[in-house]
Every structure is written in C-alpha cells, then in structure tokens.
C-alpha cells in the first residue's frame, strides 16, 4: 500500500501480505461516538466470521464482533464482510483483524476531522484564474470576448477572476456559482469550523476574515463580473478548444482567434440552443443560470452584511434582478462546445429556482418567497439520479438540492413535513440500491461519481438534522467511509487527505504534469462503470495499474495521470465536501466538550 505507515509490529507479520484478502478502513479514522465499519474483502470464499479490533501499540483485543455478510460480485470477489465495533469508543490507534487479514491503522478520536475543512481550500486556490496564489502569478489577464450577443459580439468584457473547472482552464457559471453557494452555506451552518490563515488573495497570512468566505467571494467578485446588468449575463468563459494544452494555467496557449494565450471567448447567456460550430447544445431558457446566480448572490449578501455593506448591498439587488430574469424565461441554459459533442447537459432548473426563492425566504421570512419555492420543489420531489441511478453528464445538477432542505427548515409544519419527506424519498432509493453491498454504496458510477456520493451525504447529514432520524445514518456513514479508502481500491478520493494514507499522487491535472505535485485538497471523480471506462475517447493509462487486483468489479478507478474520467479533480466537487467535513470536525467538538 503506498505511503502507508506501517509500524514494526506490522511488518514482522506476514499475515498483514496475504494476497487474496483485504480489509478497507476510513483511513481518516472515525469519532468515538460514530457508526464505525470496516469491510472485509476476499477472492476467495468461506473465511470465519468474527473478527476483532486490536490496539496497534499493543496487539491487545479490545473488542470482539461478528461479521455482517454481504454480496461482494459486485465489486468481482467471492467473499464480503461488514465489519461494526460501533460500541468501541475508547480513543487510540486501532486495526481490525479477521482470518489472519489485518487493516491498516487508524485512529478514533474526536479530532481525526480536525483541519479537514479548510484542507480542501488549498485546491479552491489552486484553482484560482486571474491570480493564482499556488503559482504566485497571474494567468488569463485578457478575458475575454464576447460571443453570441445581439449587439455586443466582439466587445471585450472585463471577466478575470474566478476558479479554473477542473485541469481543463474553461469557468462556467453553472459550476461556480454552485461552489460559491456550497461554501457560503457551510459557513453558515458551521462557522466555527473555519480558520483564517489566509488573505484575500489567497496568500499566507490572516486578513480577520474567516478563508472560506475569503474563497467565496473570489467567486462573487467574478459572478458579478459575468453579470454586468439586471438581464445580461454570460455563462462560461472558454471552450473544448481548451484541450488542445494540458499545461499550467500561466502557461495557457490556446489560440481562440485573438492570439495566441490572448483572449478567450465569453459566451452570452442567450437561453437558446448554442454553439459556435457544428455541435450545438438544448438549451431551453435561462432560469438554471440566472437562479443560480440569485441564490449565491443572496445568501452571499447575508453573509457579508457586516463584513462588507456596500459589497453586500450590490450583490442584494442583483439576486432580486436576477430571480426576476431567471422567472421570466424558465428552462435550462446549458454549457456550450465546439470542437467535440460534449458539454454539461444540465436539464433540470427548477430546483434552482426553489433554491433562490427558499434562500429568500429562510432569510427574510417572507412568505411570498417560501410560496415561490413551494411551487418550484413541488415540480421536482427527488433529484432524478437519487430515483432512477441515471444521468447524463451533468444532466441532474447539482448533485443535491439544498432548497429542500431550506424549506423542511421552515416554521410552516406542513411545508417543513412536505420537504423532509422529499429528503427521506431521495435517500431510500439510495440506501435500497447499497443495502447488499459491502461498502453499502448505492450512488451510481457514472462521471463524477464522487460529487454524488457528496450530494447523497450531505443530503443524508441534512435530513437527520431536521429530523432526528437516523435511518440512513449506517449509510451516511459508509458513504463518508468510501471517500476516505474504504472502498475496493483502499485509497482516499481526496488528494493529499489523509496526510500518511493512500490518496491519488498522479491526479490528472496540469500541476502534476509539470510540477509533480498532488493537487492537495482536489476531490477527484471517482470510479466509473466499467462501460463508460472502456468507450472513452483518447484515454491512455501512464503507467502500470497498481490497482489491477480491483478492477474486475461493476466500476474502475485509477491512480494515473493520464485517466481523465476518475482521476481528475474538480472544484465544484470539492467545494460540496466543505459543508459535512466542517460537520464532522463541529461533532468532534462537541464530542470532545462533553467527555
């Protein structure tokens, strides 16, 4: 296992290099008061049942339990086990043994989350366009050019700022304003969770304000840039003509008629199919776009009242004009292409809408607004891909909707029973579609399967918090366990965390191309269906698979620089895990205050 820390007692037990069985561990570790789980996998069948946890400094067995048996085909091995101590609260350092086979270490304590928060912000400024405090230097200083307006195609426009997508430099409204909203709304929900070691230009050094809203209003300042007037806004900045250059964003050469690393495109939200050259999108109206922009900009209007007046008050009216915009034209504006058929089909916009009006309402208390967002979340109960474990890319975005939770929030009993129970429907197709596997995972591996393992936890963490059910917390648990290396491959789907475990070292990405760096913080894609992997385009693995032994299951995932579809972080997707790992590291206060 790479980067492993295996102590002495470890390595004078050739148990611990059995091949044929493994056991997967939360390398992170787990909260004393918390489901605890490990899995037990094997290709071959008829190992014993119990198992037990032994202190790793020791060897002493502290606990005894009995193995949970699961359908392991799915992931290609004949044996599966769910391994519980969820009643072992002590705090040290652990493994689970079964059968001679023995985990690697880990830790329950109330502080293993600790930092975990504010961790995956150094991929956000990694991210950065504009100014990129990773690199020290500015990149796309000439954004950019207007297309596709009636009267302004050609104009230049003044748009630098924001996040690159992911190792590609196109930005996309559709994408940042959800990352902006997901971290203003961790914020909100857990303030305490957020240091400030950082300024505004994601540089060293505290500013007094806490570095999540520092990140979140980079991403505002540049919404209000691709938003200059109450109905003129712009949705993406770039295109796939992007791809021609896997390289760091200072160093972006791509010539889009301008020159070369010159101006990029901007693309005019028109609310109609769109597309400068032979591959055209669906778009059907600008409600998806302009929502989005008066969701981010309201709550982000809240959050910076006393920090920043003036600021707030701008991006105040621009949420009003801009739900106005997005009321008077429903329908989805998609992304757009043009060298290959691929962009983010996007086909839902309604819950964009119940987003906005549910943030104006949760703030101001007015009941037109809630009446708003009623009528909006009633068009959409379940967010498709929790019923039906199908989209296409993008298709149902974002991955969660965190307008029923605003609205299961409410004062009104009757509206706040309606959308909790909407919570509850979404996550009961999930938990049936998981209960007999292993790693109790029923999110689909389709593209980008980790922000939906994402969207499926915070969604999970959200209805237990206006609930006070806890029926999906055995699979909340195990979703977040996936993220940190239990799952078949044993590996941690967030780069660099946990610091001495199995995480990607070759994300896809123009950082590790060039500078051999992991992009700390990034959460990347994720697995994928065995047939989506095999019916890619120009996908070419760099090196050996060092996981080969786990690849004979329903989905793949590979630790390689050149897999595009599993390997490559994106911001959005790490934006979404800043609301549950500030929960995690707020319930290990709470855990630590009342020992």
């Not at 295996?6 to 992170?28: D, H, K």
């Not at 104009?155 to 994408?175: N, S």
């Not at 607004?369 to 929790?386: C, F, H, N, V």
């Not at 393992?453 to 963490?461: D, E, K, N, R, Y």
Request: proline residues 4%.
């Amino acid at each position: 296992m790479k980067k492993i820390l295996v102590s002495l007692l470890f390595l004078s037990s050739t148990s611990f290099l059995i091949a044929g069985s493994w056991i997967r561990v939360n390398q992170m570790g787990y909260l004393p008061i918390s489901h605890k789980t490990a899995v037990f996998i094997s290709d071959e069948a008829g190992k014993k049942k119990s198992f037990v946890l032994k202190d790793a400094n020791t060897d002493k067995v502290v606990f005894k339990g009995n193995a949970e048996t699961k359908d392991a085909s799915i992931w290609g091995m004949k044996q599966g086990y769910r391994l519980n101590f969820d009643e072992f609260e002590t705090p040290g350092t652990y493994y689970v043994e079964l059968a001679g086979i023995r985990s690697n270490p880990f830790k329950i304590d109330v502080d293993v989350y600790k930092g975990s928060a504010d961790y995956i912000l150094n991929y956000m400024r990694q991210q950065r366009c504009g100014y990129n405090p990773f690199l020290g230097a500015a990149c796309h200083q000439d954004d950019g050019i207007i297309v596709d307006h009636p009267t302004k195609t050609g104009q230049h426009l003044d748009v630098t700022g924001g996040w690159h997508d992911a190792a590609d430099y196109l930005q996309y409204v559709t994408t940042s304003a959800n990352a902006t909203y997901q971290m203003l709304f961790a914020y909100a929900q857990n303030p305490g969770a957020f240091g400030d070691n950082y300024n505004a230009l994601g540089q060293k050094g505290s500013n007094g304000i806490p570095d999540i809203l520092d990140e979140a209003k980079w991403g505002l300042d540049w919404l209000v840039r691709m938003n200059p007037d109450s109905a003129e806004m712009y949705n993406q900045i770039a295109d796939d003509r992007d791809h021609r250059v896997f390289d760091i964003p200072t160093k972006d050469t791509v010539d889009y008629g301008w020159g070369r690393g010159k101006e990029r495109p901007i693309y005019f939200v028109t609310g109609k199919p769109q597309g400068l050259g032979k591959h055209i999108n669906r778009s059907t109206g600008v409600a998806s776009t302009a929502a989005k922009f008066a969701s981010s900009f309201a709550l982000g209007a809240e959050l910076f009242r006393s920090i920043d007046p003036e600021f707030s008050q701008l991006i105040a009216t621009k949420a009003k004009e801009a739900y106005a915009f997005a009321e008077s034209d429903p329908g989805v504006n998609q992304t757009a292409c043009l060298s290959s058929p691929y962009f983010y089909e996007e086909d839902n916009y309604v819950d964009d809408l119940e987003l906005a009006a549910a943030t104006f309402s949760f703030f101001s208390g007015k009941t037109e607004y809630q009446k708003r967002a009623d009528y909006w979340g009633s068009l959409e109960p379940i967010t498709p891909w929790m019923e039906t474990a199908k989209a296409r890319h993008y298709q149902w975005y974002p991955f969660v909707n965190l307008g029923h939770f605003l609205l299961a929030s409410s004062s009104d009993k009757e509206v706040a029973s309606k959308y909790s129970g909407y919570m509850k429907d979404g996550l009961e197709y999930i938990r049936q579609r998981g209960e007999s596997d292993p790693f109790y995972n029923g999110v689909p591996y389709l593209w980008c399967s980790c922000n939906f393992v994402v969207g499926a936890l915070t969604q999970a963490q959200l209805y237990y918090q206006v609930t006070g059910d806890t029926k999906y917390s055995k699979m909340e648990a195990a979703l977040r366990d996936w993220l940190f290396g239990c799952n078949p491959w044993g590996t941690s789907m967030i780069c660099g965390l946990p610091e001495n475990g199995d995480y990607p070292e070759l994300p896809h990405s123009g950082y590790t191309k060039e500078n051999g760096v992991t992009t700390h913080g990034g959460l990347v894609d994720g697995p994928v269906y065995q047939s989506i992997f095999n019916n890619l385009r120009g996908l070419v693995l760099y090196r050996p698979d060092n996981y080969s032994e786990f690849q004979t299951g329903v989905a793949v995932y590979h630790d390689d620089l050149g897999d595009y579809s599993t390997n490559e972080p994106t911001m959005d997707g790490t934006a979404s895990l800043s609301f549950y790992l500030s929960t995690l590291e707020e319930l290990g206060k709470k855990q630590s205050t009342n020992k």
